[in-house]
């Protein structure tokens, strides 16, 4: 009769989960990453964490595991733990760990649930459970194919890894994993709307990032650029032939939306110049555009910005314009210590595309190294480049971890150089 009572109890908590997690967004809490939480108890195991909806994922920062970008949460396999999350009933907390060594650690005194990380199986390590290693092998395999990344590659002999004690969750996890297998790509890439279609998958191979952008030329601009190949385009266009420019009477210096440039250059505190500098290297002064990494409309704001800012509809462009001088005013605020207003836009620019915590980690990590954490070129560009490098993104001042810097930096050039160019116009 206990067992069944403990049966019929686990069934009932199983059920409120999965109905409450029908209104949860699946966003992510961020607290713990690099700092001490409290331990759960280690006997912690599935009902418990459906009871408290609550998954707790120690992973490491890198391209396939997890990273942020803009405000935003990526990695292949954070996607997947958090879908899985969500079929649990559960929200996701990621705890951000140095080392392997340290996630083993944090899994053993209860700081962590699951280790969402490809970890090499170890058959001596009898106090934890790899689950999904044929699965989570297979998937990386491929993703290393499709990402033209061999440092992806497994030898087949990694896993995701759950505590001994929590059996009930290692069960769910393989079982998930085994059920889902053939659905990993889809589950691990962004999902973008894009304007008057259904949610769609964008797949990201070789968008984040390149080490130079590249931008198909919007038909009925002002501007085309012999650096930008439509065969590398960025961006998915819908195909209706909407009327992109029927508020406006004329074409404009630079584009059709010099207007709104014009009109809300004051609020973002730079030249309405610089404001098209940023559009065309964002969308090519397309309002509809969409990045495959979730960026939408004329100056690409992600979504949590874009509600951040005000921009119900990102893709119109008038809100997108609106949003993104409240967002830059912000940004020259943040850099308000830096004192050369040339370096502060440089910094504006760079943060405006990786977003202001990757650049503080280049900033105090260029001073850590002697450099003049104050100027951008020669000085922090230097480490903007290196912060894909584990080295550096492993370092103990850098607080947001991995990204790829290579974009950025030729951002800040490419906007600096297409300002200059609209000011001579």
């Given at each position: 009769m206990r067992h069944f009572n403990a049966f019929f109890v686990y069934l009932l908590i199983t059920s409120l989960a999965f109905f409450s997690s029908c209104a949860d967004d699946g966003k992510p809490s961020?607290?713990?990453?690099?700092?001490?939480?409290?331990?759960?108890?280690?006997?912690?195991?599935?009902?418990?964490i459906q009871a408290e909806g609550e998954l707790i994922v120690l992973t490491l920062y890198g391209p396939d595991t997890y990273f942020e970008f803009r405000g935003e949460d990526f990695g292949n396999q954070f996607r997947l733990a958090q879908n899985y999350a969500k079929e649990i009933g559960a929200s996701v907390r990621v705890n951000i760990c140095r080392t392997q060594h340290e996630m083993l650690e944090k899994l053993a005194k209860g700081e962590g649930d699951l280790i969402a990380?490809?970890?090499?199986?170890?058959?001596?390590?009898?106090?934890?459970?790899?689950c999904g290693q044929k699965q989570l092998s297979a998937f990386l395999d491929s993703l290393a194919i499709v990402e033209h990344d061999k440092s992806i590659r497994t030898n087949g002999n990694v896993a995701w890894v759950v505590r001994k004690s929590s059996p009930m969750l290692a069960q769910r996890l393989n079982?998930?994993?085994?059920?889902?297998?053939?659905?990993?790509?889809?589950?691990?890439?962004?999902?973008?709307?894009?304007?008057?279609?259904?949610?769609?998958?964008?797949?990201?191979?070789?968008?984040?990032?390149?080490?130079?952008?590249?931008?198909?030329?919007?038909?009925?601009?002002?501007y085309q650029s012999s650096r930008r190949s439509s065969s590398n385009?960025?961006?998915?266009?819908?195909?209706?032939?909407?009327?992109?420019?029927?508020?406006?009477?004329?074409?404009?210096?630079?584009?059709?939306?010099?207007?709104?440039?014009i009109r809300y250059a004051s609020s973002s505190g730079v030249d309405w110049r610089l404001l098209a500098a940023i559009a065309y290297n964002e969308s090519a002064f397309n309002p509809n555009a969409t990045s495959r990494m979730g960026a939408m409309g004329l100056m690409q704001l992600m979504p949590s910005t874009a509600r951040q800012y005000g921009a119900a509809n990102p893709y119109d462009p008038e809100q997108s314009?609106?949003?993104?001088?409240?967002?830059?005013?912000?940004?020259?605020?943040?850099?308000?210590?830096?004192?050369?207003?040339?370096e502060r836009i440089n910094f504006m620019l760079a943060a405006y595309n990786a977003g202001?915590?990757?650049?503080?980690?280049?900033?105090?990590?260029?001073?850590?190294?002697?450099?003049?954490?104050?100027?951008?070129?020669?000085?922090?560009?230097?480490?903007?480049?290196?912060?894909?490098?584990?080295?550096?993104?492993?370092?103990?001042?850098?607080?947001?971890?991995?990204?790829?810097?290579?974009?950025?930096?030729?951002?800040?050039?490419?906007?600096r150089s297409d300002w200059e160019r609209f000011k001579r116009k």
């Open positions: 961020l607290r713990g990453v690099f700092d001490h939480e409290d331990s759960r108890d280690v006997n912690y195991d599935l009902y418990n990380y490809d970890m090499p199986v170890d058959s001596l390590n009898t106090e934890v459970v790899f079982q998930w994993m085994a059920d889902n297998k053939d659905r990993f790509f889809d589950i691990s890439q962004p999902q973008i709307r894009q304007p008057n279609q259904k949610r769609s998958t964008a797949y990201v191979s070789d968008e984040y990032f390149p080490d130079i952008p590249y931008f198909s030329d919007y038909p009925g601009n002002g385009n960025d961006y998915n266009y819908p195909s209706s032939t909407t009327n992109y420019n029927s508020s406006f009477n004329r074409k404009g210096l630079i584009s059709f939306y010099d207007d709104l440039f314009v609106r949003a993104s001088a409240k967002l830059i005013a912000s940004l020259i605020s943040h850099y308000s210590n830096v004192p050369d207003i040339s202001p915590g990757h650049v503080d980690d280049a900033r105090r990590l260029a001073e850590k190294r002697g450099k003049d954490k104050n100027v951008w070129k020669d000085n922090v560009d230097e480490y903007v480049l290196y912060m894909s490098n584990p080295d550096c993104y492993n370092d103990p001042v850098v607080r947001h971890g991995y990204f790829r810097g290579g974009e950025t930096y030729n951002y800040v050039n490419y906007v």
